[in-house]
């Protein structure tokens, strides 16, 4: 059986600074997931279908891209088989 490597992948966001005058502390507000999964290359075929997806992330349309330059440019596929997220709200009046 072939095994396939595996990797794991954090992303957070909306942070936000809160401190507390009165405590003379402070602490940090997020949103975050966290995962692992396998990773494989992708083939010819998919590696265009996938930069394709890609590009349309950044771009409303069809985004013309140098197809040239697919030759030299490996395109990774992450399964993502376990995945979490957390959210870290402070509530309170202190909120700055």
Known sequence: MKRRPKAAFEM?????????????????????????????????????EALMCL?????????????DVMAVTNVFCLRVEHMTGKRRKKSGENRK
């Open 55 to 67: 590009m349309r992330q950044y771009h409303s349309e069809d985004f013309p891209f140098n197809k």
């Open 12 to 48: 957070d966001c909306a942070h936000r600074l809160v401190l507390d005058d009165d405590r003379h502390s402070c602490t940090m507000e997020y949103e975050s997931v966290i995962g692992s999964g396998t990773v494989s290359m992708l083939n010819e075929n998919e590696k265009y």
